[in-house]
């Protein structure tokens, strides 16, 4: 038996998480058995430690969208007992049981080796949210920004993905401004290496000219709705902004005219269905361009019984950098 996390709905539709006694006949079909040693929290991690948001599909669930362990059992010749292993998307943790357990059991495709001279708790302060700021950091040089072109604006920069793409983004030679709603965080992001700090009301405002000044060279957008559409008007002209998030809203209320005046270029960031390649190609670049002395400033340790109030925070977006929970 080993303790996990379990979402449980009752009667009324409600839903309820509770760390339990499992057994391995419990876990869901794989052909990798993991014992986990860290998981974290992202904002989906938020919505699947409550309601759901129309993520989880069955209860009883164990969340966590992220693991990383090391392999127990493995009936994929790609891994044997010992590898450390990491796992992010895939929709484990929504659709598959996912990381707020001591063990799981998940399909090899899933999983990658852990990076080395990285631990299981450092690829846990990254997590989804690190890897997706580094994809988004990806696409926006694969367009061709390059240091020196001008400031890039992260929004949302307190929270997971802000925080490591301000940090990625400093330590490659940018001029990062950092958008945020906590003006308390400004020595934060000012130590992971932002030079301007955006009180949010700045750019909350909805769309009223569709060109503003010429003033992102680009942007990795964790926010979406009005602050997205009031970006792309300020980009430079044949900028590119990475959207990656909507903790500010889902709609697009913009025009077309930056794409169509400024060329500005509007790039989707998935992070869940990347295929292996793209997986390990990011994971190398966070090895090499996120500093781990940043990525230590960043983490808020946590155990898996601290995690449904950390869920309702996260999606409060009360929650500074990265969680990192030690599941044992
Ligand atoms: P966090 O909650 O850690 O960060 C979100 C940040 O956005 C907050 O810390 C806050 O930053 C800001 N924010 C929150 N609410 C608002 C609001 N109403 N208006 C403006 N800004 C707001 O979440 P994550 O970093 O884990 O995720 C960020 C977003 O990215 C989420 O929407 C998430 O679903 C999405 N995501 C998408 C992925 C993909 O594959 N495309 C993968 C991972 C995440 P501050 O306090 O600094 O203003």
Same mark, same amino acid.
């Given at each position: 038996?080993?303790?996990a ?56 669930? %164990? =969340?966590?969208?992220d *693991? /990383?362990? $090391? +392999? ?10 010992g ?10 943790g ?9 063990k ?54 307190a ?38 700090? %955006? =009180?949010?009301?700045? *750019? /909350?405002? $909805? +769309? ?31 900028g ?54 940043k ?25 500074k ?8």
């Amino acid at each position: 038996m080993f303790n996990a996390l379990i979402v449980e709905k009752d009667d009324e539709g409600k839903t309820h998480a509770k760390l339990q006694k499992v057994s391995e006949d419990a876990l869901p079909d794989g052909n990798v058995l993991v014992n986990v040693e860290y998981s974290t929290l992202n904002y989906k991690d938020g919505l699947c430690l409550g309601p759901g948001g129309g993520l989880v599909r069955n209860y009883p669930h %164990v =969340p966590g969208i992220d *693991l /990383a362990g $090391t +392999v127990e059992t493995s009936e994929d010749t790609r891994y044997a007992p010992g590898d450390k292993v990491v796992l992010t998307g895939w929709r484990v943790g929504e659709a598959h049981w996912g990381g707020y357990s001591q063990k799981a059991r998940v399909n090899g495709d899933w999983l990658v080796p852990l990076q080395e001279g990285m631990s299981n708790r450092q690829a846990m302060a990254v997590g989804t949210a690190g890897f997706t700021a580094m994809l988004a950091v990806l696409a926006l040089e694969d367009h061709g920004l390059k240091p020196g072109d001008g400031p890039v604006l992260v929004t949302g920069a307190a929270g997971g993905v802000g925080s490591v793409a301000t940090a990625i983004l400093a330590k490659r030679g940018y001029e990062v401004a950092g958008v945020t709603g906590r003006p308390e965080t400004a020595g934060y992001l000012q130590s992971l290496g932002a030079q301007t700090i %955006v =009180p949010r009301e700045e *750019l /909350a405002e $909805t +769309v009223k000219r569709p060109l503003e000044k010429e003033t992102w060279a680009g942007c990795i957008d964790a926010v979406g709705g009005d602050m997205l559409a009031r970006v792309l008007g300020q980009m430079k002209y044949g900028g590119s902004v990475a959207a990656v998030g909507l903790a500010g809203g889902a709609q697009l209320p913009a025009t077309v005219i930056p794409f169509l005046l400024r060329g500005v270029n509007l790039l989707g960031i998935d992070s869940v269905m990347q295929p292996y390649g793209n997986r390990l190609r990011a994971w190398e670049r966070l090895q090499r361009d996120l500093p781990l002395e940043k990525l230590e400033a960043m983490i808020q340790p946590a155990t898996l019984s601290d995690l449904p109030l950390l869920g309702s925070n996260i999606l409060k977006g009360h929650v500074k950098g990265r969680v990192v929970v030690d599941v044992n």
